[in-house]
Every structure is written in structure tokens, then in C-alpha cells.
């Protein structure tokens, strides 16, 4: 059955811009994407909107739908109250480029800084790399990023600090290096980056990018607070310092 959905869309660029008003025809089961590209179709062709898959896997609609951060293409009409107006503006962390697109270069950028992974040599008999399965579910679950950003939108250190981009490079990013500091098979020690360029003593614990995550990675307590515990290990157990330096050579 069709209905008409009234919808709030944030319209502009790095200039500035607004919220424009619209009605549109839409039909049950459509997602909030699907809307936008209705409204796209048939009043405005203009519309800059960033997808891909429309299945939650490649992490590119993401906005904020009502004042929260969602996958456009995941959230289904029928989640708002009948009659309730859509409001949909850029995810704020990031400069705009133009309506709901924004340029995440940001976190690509933070992204290179991280040293690749590194496996040391084969530990089995066989020539082959041996892994306990706990430690391969252990980077399993970081590997789940679909690298949507929602969690560095709502991440207050970044969200309401512009200058602090300079010094802490968000959840995102320490989900990444989580995979590559708990993999077993890993020799880099990045440790000291985490600490100094990627800024982890900012993050105060608050868990907001854990709540917003769609692939339900725990990014505070399977990611930070690990992670924060081995930079303090690092950083302070000074016989874990003299083994790190006697290490480097
Ligand atoms: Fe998105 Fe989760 Fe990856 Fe953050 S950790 S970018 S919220 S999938
Ligand atoms: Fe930010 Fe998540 Fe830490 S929201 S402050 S990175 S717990
Ligand atoms: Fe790929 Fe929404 S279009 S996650």
C-alpha cells in the first residue's frame, strides 16, 4: 500500500545550505534510501547521495536519520511513527561535499599512517602458520568493518572538536589496529603509534561508537580497553620496555 512520507533533506555544500521540505510517494517495506532515491527520481534530480550495495555491506549510505546515524539502506520506513517527518542530514563529523555526501578522506588518510600487517615466519612443523581459533575469532570480529564511519560520527572527540582530529584518529581506526595488534602472527609493534599519533588516551571510554556500530563490533571492550592496557604496558612496565627495546636492536 502507498503512502506519502514527508521527508527533511539537508541540501548545500562546504558554502553552507539547509533543510529543504518534501513530500513523497512511497510504498510498504521501502527503506529510508529507497525514499531518497524516489525523491531524487522525481523532484530532485540533483541530489547527492553516496550507496552502493543497498544490503549493509559496503558502508556508504550512512547519514544521520533523525538526529541518529544509520545505513540508509538498512533503516525500513515502517521504524518511524505513521505521519512522523524523516529529517536526513550528512553525517557531521566530516566536511561536506554536497547534500548528504561527505568526504570522509579523513579516515583513509589516519588509515595509511597504520604499519601493514607483518607475519613472522612459519611456526608449524609443516612449513604452514598455526592459529589457536580463539585468536582468529578474536580478529574475525574486527574484520567486520564495513568502514560505514558511523562510529567517528558520534564520537565526541572528534565530533565536537575539529582540532582534535590532529590527535586522535577515532574508533574506527582503533579497530583497525586491534586486528592487527591482537593477530598472533603479527611482529610490527605499533604500540608507540597508537599512543602518539593515533591519540588513544583521548578516548574517555564513553562507548557511543560502540552503540551506533551495524556490524555489532564491541569496538570499546574488545578493541580500546585492550588496547589501552597493552600501550600502558608499553608505556610503563619498565622491564616490558627494556624486552621492546632489546627487540628493536
Ligand atoms: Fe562502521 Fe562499526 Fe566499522 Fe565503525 S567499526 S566504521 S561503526 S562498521
Ligand atoms: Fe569515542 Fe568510542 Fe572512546 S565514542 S571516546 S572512541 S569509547
Ligand atoms: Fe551499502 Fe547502504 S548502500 S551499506
Known amino acids: 500500500m502507498g503512502y506519502e512520507l514527508a521527508m527533511r533533506v539537508w541540501r548545500g555544500d562546504a558554502d553552507g545550505g539547509g533543510l529543504q521540505d518534501f513530500t ?64 536526513i542530514t550528512p553525517l557531521r563529523t566530516f566536511p561536506v561535499v554536497r547534500d548528504l555526501v561527505t568526504d570522509v578522506t579523513f579516515n583513509y588518510e589516519k588509515a595509511e599512517e597504520v604499519p601493514t600487517f607483518a607475519p613472522g615466519k612459519p611456526t608449524g612443523d609443516d612449513g604452514h602458520h598455526r592459529m589457536a581459533q580463539t585468536d582468529v575469532d578474536r580478529v574475525q570480529e574486527f574484520r567486520k568493518c564495513i568502514e560505514c564511519f558511523m562510529c567517528q560520527n558520534v564520537c565526541h572527540v572528534i565530533r565536537d572538536h575539529e582540532d582534535k582530529k590532529q590527535v586522535f584518529a577515532g ?10 595488534e591482537m593477530h598472533p602472527l603479527d611482529t610490527n609493534d605499533r604500540r608507540d603509534l597508537l599512543r602518539a599519533e593515533a591519540g588513544i588516551g583521548y578516548c574517555n571510554i564513553t562507548k557511543c561508537c560502540t552503540e551506533v556500530c551495524p556490524e555489532h563490533i564491541k569496538i570499546t571492550d574488545n578493541g580500546i580497553i585492550p588496547l589501552k592496557e597493552r600501550v600502558v604496558d608499553a608505556t610503563y612496565d619498565p622491564i616490558a620496555a627494556i624486552g621492546r627495546r632489546l627487540r628493536r636492536g
Not at 39 to 65: F, I, M, P, T
Not at 171 to 180: D, F, K, N, T, V
Request: hydrophobic share 40%.
Open 171 to 180: 574508533p574506527r581506526l582503533m579497530i583497525r589496529y586491534a586486528e592487527l
Open 24 to 87: 513523497v510517494d512511497v510504498e510498504e517495506g521501502m527503506v529510508v534510501l529507497d525514499a531518497v532515491h524516489r525523491l531524487q527520481a522525481s523532484q530532485a534530480n540533483d541530489l547527492a547521495v553516496r550507496w552502493n550495495c543497498k544490503a549493509g555491506k559496503c558502508g556508504s549510505c550512512s547519514a544521520e536519520v533523525n538526529g541518529k546515524p544509520r545505513l540508509m539502506c538498512m533503516t525500513r520506513l515502517n521504524t518511524f511513527e505513521p505521519g512522523e517527518t524523516v529529517t
